[in-house]
């Protein structure tokens, strides 16, 4: 048993159910956001929190999580807990949090980044005398729903059964009410974007980058509004308008335009003369001289040929699985009729 005061636990579990085209190409939980695995914002709030250790949930995607997770710049202590059976978020929990003596959990989706200050919920699940606290915020419209954040207190575990499908918001939230016990809800004063669709993706690597480009990570230097790391090359004719985080390695050639929101990943190269806007570029891809590409996706390794006009499009690199990119693209068409993601979220 792990002896700590917070500890974290992460609900990463991939199942087939709801699964989008991005689910091809890489488990949810390690799209990289703003060219970090999305995992690691939960786990860097858990840190901020007072957890000097968190728990991964996953099933079949628990080997990449783990190796991805092992190269990261972590300063938390992280276990791992494989859901070969469906156990559900509030099962997952059961199961993590039965392993260690903590007392309070700070709970994150594996698809959601936490923003709201970790300290400060805490304190407030504790005045409350809740077993359980719902994070909340508002959509557009202003209608309240959860984030995907929760705490629990250690004897909330006590109404979760030990095996079945065990959700949060179907079984366990009902549960509590039915006992007599609190049930707390904590708006949060700032929320992310959560990737639950191919559109929410893009949208949430747009947010990440405008927060990384306004305080660049170390190895990053300021160019102008946009972030761009120490060994990436930029030609002195290329423009970077907008936000713009340019990855290691990453070259852009003469006459090039980039335009913000935009990440592009670690030895990708964009050719002379290209247009790169609001997209996310992953890493070793090849952007040909002149090509258009706007709005889209491409995962590690694509190559976009000279002069080619890509709108709305996901690509899957040649290592990736046969049908892929036909998928993606299909899911993302609804992106070239996407608005400019907002500046208040």
């Not at 992280?78 to 929990?93: K, L, S, T, Y």
């Not at 990736?320 to 608005?339: H, Q, V």
Request: glycine share 10%; proline share 6%.
């Amino acid at each position: 048993m792990l002896e700590t005061g917070v500890h974290g636990i992460v609900v990463a579990g991939v199942y087939p159910v709801g699964r989008s085209a991005l689910d091809a190409l890489i488990p949810r939980p390690l799209l990289p956001v703003a060219q970090q695995p999305l995992i690691t914002y939960a786990l860097r709030w858990m840190k901020d929190g007072g957890a000097e250790r968190a728990t991964v949930c996953a099933n079949n995607a628990a080997r990449s999580i783990r190796e991805r997770l092992s190269a990261a710049e972590l300063e938390i202590a992280i276990d791992f807990v494989e859901d070969w059976n469906p156990r559900g978020a509030a099962g997952c929990v059961r199961d993590a949090g039965l392993r260690t003596e903590a007392r309070t959990f700070l709970v994150a989706d594996g698809t959601a980044v936490p923003v709201e200050n970790a300290t400060e919920l805490l304190a407030a699940h504790r005045a409350s005398g809740a077993l359980l606290t719902v994070v909340v915020g508002a959509d557009s419209t202003g209608r309240l729903g959860p984030t995907g954040v929760y705490v629990f207190d250690r004897r909330a575990l006590d109404f979760i059964p030990a095996d079945g499908f065990q959700d949060i918001k179907e079984r366990l939230i009902p549960r509590l009410y039915d006992s007599g016990e609190m049930v707390g809800t904590h708006v949060a004063r700032a929320i992310a974007p959560r990737v639950v669709t191919t559109e929410s993706y893009l949208a949430l690597d747009h947010w990440a980058v405008e927060r990384a480009a306004r305080s660049p990570h170390a190895g990053f230097r300021a160019h102008g509004e946009s972030a761009v790391h120490d060994s990436a090359w930029v030609d002195a004719s290329a423009r970077l308008l907008g936000p713009v985080l340019l990855g290691p390695g990453v070259a852009v050639h003469a006459g090039a335009t980039l335009v913000g929101p935009l990440s592009v990943g670690a030895r990708s190269t964009i050719g002379s003369g290209a247009v790169v806007s609001r997209s996310v570029v992953w890493s070793g891809c090849a952007i040909g001289n002149g090509a258009l590409v706007d709005r889209c996706m491409l995962a590690d390794g694509v190559t976009v040929e000279p002069r080619r006009p890509l709108f709305g499009e996901v690509r899957a690199g040649v290592s990736r699985a046969k049908g892929a990119s036909a998928a993606g693209a299909a899911l993302w068409n609804p992106l070239a009729m996407l608005r400019p993601v907002s500046h208040e979220h």
